[in-house]
């Protein structure tokens, strides 16, 4: 077991990955179902980073 905020540390090692987002589980990926930079973006906070990148975008008044 490794636990890590790193997921260019966790990637190579790892062959099954938990994300938690505090306390309570995101997902359990078998790294043959999920890339380095689908890791990297769940573990930067996936949807709502998606979300806060959308809101950045708009044009401010």
Do not use: W
């Not at 099954?16 to 790294?31: D, I, M, T, V």
């Not at 998606?50 to 950045?56: C, I, M, P, T």
Request: hydrophobic fraction near 35%; proline fraction near 5%; glycine fraction near 10%.
């Amino acid at each position: 077991m490794l636990i890590t905020h790193n997921p260019h540390h966790a990637y190579p090692v790892g062959d099954r990955f938990l994300l938690l987002n505090r306390g309570r589980s995101l997902g359990s990926f078998a790294k043959g179902d999920v890339d380095r930079d689908e890791l990297t973006r769940l573990m930067a906070g996936g949807a709502e980073l998606d979300q806060l990148a959308h809101e950045l975008e708009r044009p401010t008044s």
